[in-house]
């Protein structure tokens, strides 16, 4: 597959459990974000991986959320003990490098999470 | 720090008439500006980018836009809508030049219908 891969596609799950949301980047694309897009609002921006470092995790709303990328492949986004207002879609997105932000960020499909 | 504001959370329009979608965006330094349409279940596709070059940008499916710095706009426009055309349209902004690393900041996005 050529695009960005993310799984599951959605996910239901009950206030205070933890969820793992996986995103598979285009092959040889160094740059990774995940996004947050709530139901009627913008995409939020919640952290940026180089390689498998991530040197802004700016956007993370709260220390329930935390990420790790190996090598330059595939992310976990992981959300502890989850709360009704995480439900969201989730979008991984992958670019080629980022020395130029020129660079387009081609997204993937997004994990829906339920929190109920 | 950055921001997007897009003018209209929907809009409608006949099939074969004039589509413009209205971006404004802030920012301290030189922008980089995206337009993103996303159809439904589908994740972001870019239609187009401005990246310092040409004011006047041509994009996918007969999309153009153009960059005015003077009015800080980058609005979206089509001379003529078709059906496929119905979708939510995204305008982002990012960082030029510096350390920047390609953070898309997004608009709060825009729902375009088109009627027969």
């Known amino acids: 597959g050529a695009g960005v891969s993310q799984s599951p596609s959605n996910k239901v799950t009950e206030k205070g459990k933890d969820v793992e949301l996986r995103c598979d980047p285009i092959s040889g694309h160094t740059a990774l974000y995940w996004y947050r897009q709530r139901l009627g609002q913008g995409l939020e921006f919640l952290i940026y991986f180089q390689g498998n470092s991530a040197p802004d995790k700016s956007g993370l709303p709260s220390d329930r959320f935390s990420a790790e990328r190996t090598g330059e492949s595939v992310s976990t986004l992981t959300i502890q003990r989850t709360q009704q207002e995480d439900s969201a879609v989730y979008l991984c997105?992958?670019?080629?490098?980022?020395?130029?932000?020129?660079?387009?960020?081609?997204f993937g499909p997004g994990t829906r999470l339920t929190v109920l | 720090a950055q921001s997007v504001t897009q003018l209209g959370s929907h809009v409608s329009v006949s099939e074969g008439a004039l589509v413009l979608l209205r971006c404004n965006y802030s920012?301290?330094?030189?922008?980089?500006l995206f337009w993103y349409v996303q159809y439904p279940n589908q994740g972001l596709q870019l239609l187009l980018k401005y990246t310092s070059a040409a004011t006047l940008v041509k994009g996918i499916n007969g999309f153009e836009a153009e960059f005015k710095k003077s009015e800080t706009s980058f609005h979206l426009t089509k001379p003529s809508a078709h059906m496929s055309d119905a979708a939510e349209y995204f305008c982002a902004v990012s960082r030029a030049g510096g350390t920047s690393y390609g953070k898309l900041t997004f608009g709060q996005g825009t729902i375009l219908t088109v009627h027969p």
């Open positions: 920012s301290s330094v030189p922008p980089y």
């Open positions: 997105a992958s670019s080629f490098r980022t020395s130029g932000t020129t660079d387009t960020q081609y």
